[in-house]
């Protein structure tokens, strides 16, 4: 279904860069486990270091806010941005952190709300206060 | 700038049913400000009256999160959507219910991350995992 | 403000296939007035002259739309793609067709409660029923 | 698929607050037939309890637009946000509700004109007219 | 799974104006492979003779770039606006006008960085520098 | 208007992380000229590091698409995310690269042509042809 291929577990071997990258992706999540993204994004090596890189410094080092608050904004882009497998994948991760059904709900919510006042903001042309202008 | 009336004060005060809304934002606020977006929405009092209702149990009721992680969830949303006066807005929300700066370097840092990793998955259209299929 | 030229009416006048085109922008709309939209795309005459074509036969010849009820659909597109310009110049040529306060209303209900369940089944990633396929 | 178990028929009879909201829909649509949409929004009865009250109010009780402009409005908002599922469940509501081919042409017609015009204001950044303004 | 009927050949062949279409369709592009896309617009002949007739001028014709180059900025559009089919197929074509695995790791790669730095202007709401302005 | 500062040169000067980054900046483009998007950056200097990090590899760098082609893609990306200011930015830079008046033409239609087919496509929910599937 991809427009690339996804690379199986031995093509992944046969590629020591590629190979370095996985191991790394298993050893930090504790999980043999790789999901398809990094199956696919295997084929641009480039490309894989470079997010892999950027999601652990952004989603998995220490922070000012904690990983299920990551977790949850993650979703919240994704879900505007219609990503169907983005939003499987973090709400999956989101729950192995802890979310719970009513921490869900609560998401929903203001998922909900924004996207209803985003909306009405766009089409009454709002302009912005004074008052929230940064000083 | 906007496509209908803001509406002033002493218009306001001139309906009460829209009136008796201002003065519940005020009272539920705890602040005489009223921004241009209950203004503008004021042309129409339905949406004005669900809008504002809606928002009251969404983001000022208590919830299983905290209202300023709602408040990031908010501005992720915003961000994705493209709704300028919905950041400012809920930017300065946010700092309002404690956002420190560092808070603020990390909700930038994950909705870059996710818009950066959305755009890959939507363009290598990647398969779910059945790993992340819901149960 | 633009990323190119608008196009003055001298300068239009000087250059005969634009001028032709604004001409009939003209006539069509028994107006004098040429919105900044036309005066960006004069510098490309390929694309404005298409533009204007396809907006002439969509917008404007008889259909099985009323000519209303399309400027309502256009706000709505405009509005979730988070067009100001287009928000502005099609709230105006809605309420030059007639558009009321309480359609207006009814307008900015429907796409609030669109916006809202759009992310809501993203969110939530809702399959499609075999009672909608088309069959 | 979903990111949430979806509510059988069994499920829903067991909980009273869910089982309440399902038989209410069924009553208003006049149908035994509840999509799956509501099925999800079940894990969070409030959630399920706000959509079902907005989706009544703005879309089924009587207003200053037709149900099956309201319908067309709501596919031009869910088309432009990319909901495949609100694409069919609203294109299947509009086709229940009178839509002819002859009207679907049209409505693709418009869609497609907008989103066009849409991103040419955006690439170009066309300064809104003074016309335009409200005063 | 589309919310209309995708035109077989037979049905194509019966409609004198479409048939004509898929005619050139074929011509134009030297393949008996007419994809899904034109098979669905064939319900509205006028909406089918348009967009194939814009989509000659703008991706087949001659012009200032070459395919390849409008391709890449065709992925690139569809990957924004998450339009799955319209990656797959236009993937395809890139790769048919000669894409090779070099060039499609850079497109990811701008699309990824773009989505990215587009997200961090948004919510910062950085003003356009006075340098940016055309003159 | 900006959601936080924008940098001044002194300001910059005084913390030496930001001042080398601002620098390095300078120095790779050649310029002294340094815009607002770093500047409001720079109140986060891991997210201004890992961006210009991002931006020197995928931009600067040698690649597989010449630098022109890579502006233009950046530009059909963030007309499509309707950022005002990326768009601003990058046509300039795109200007700067040589884009003619005819290429800028050509980007735009085809970023036209495809938010048309794009919402289309959308809007019939055309399922991908097996053809297009990758092997």
Redesign the interface.
Known sequence: ??????WSDAEVEADPRVAAIFADIRTVRGSD?V???WR??A??P??LE??WD??K???IAP???DPL??E?????????????????????AAKAKGM??????????????????????????????P????G
Chains 1, 2, 3, 4, 5, 6 share one sequence.
């Open positions: 279904m991809a427009t690339v291929k996804l486990f999901n398809n993204f696919g994004l084929n641009q480039d490309v470079r997010t950027g999601l410094a952004v989603m922070g000012a806010l608050t990551r949850l904004i993650y979703i919240a882009v994704s879900t505007a941005n219609g990503c169907g497998y983005c939003i499987h994948s973090h709400t999956a719970t059904d009513a921490q869900h709900g609560d998401l929903l919510s203001v998922i909900a709300m924004a996207s209803q006042t985003n909306a009405l903001v766009n089409a009454l042309q709002i302009p912005v206060d008052e929230f202008q940064a």
